[in-house]
Nanobody, 108 residues
């Protein structure tokens, strides 16, 4: 099971940090990532991390503003979002072999 948290209402130019906790043996290595979906739009791959940080991927739309990180010992994935923009407003989902339920980020 993946449980996201930390979604909130943020301001343009501000920062938010969202997290995803993996329970049990949900995650045992490989890739984890953050996706987002805004109303009326397709789900977008925002950022991914491989093997605990050996490599990362960022969508062009968030590169330089968002940072993905992972603490394997805690089975937790994070997404630090800086310089928020209204277009970052979306439901953010954590995923590995399964999907979380999402956490809402709204930027005014």
């Amino acid at each position: 099971q993946l449980v996201e948290s930390g979604g909130a209402l943020g301001q343009s130019g501000g920062s938010l940090n969202i997290s995803c906790a993996a329970s049990g043996d949900t995650y045992s290595g490989g890739c984890m990532g953050w996706f987002r979906q805004a109303p009326g739009k397709e789900r977008e791959d925002v950022a991914s991390i491989y093997d605990g940080g050996s490599s990362t991927y960022y969508a062009d739309s968030v590169k330089g503003r968002f940072t993905i990180s992972q603490i394997n010992a805690k089975n937790t994935l994070y997404l630090q979002m800086n310089d928020l923009k209204p277009e970052d407003t979306a439901m953010y989902y954590c995923a590995t072999s399964i999907w979380g339920q999402g956490t809402q980020v709204t930027v005014s």
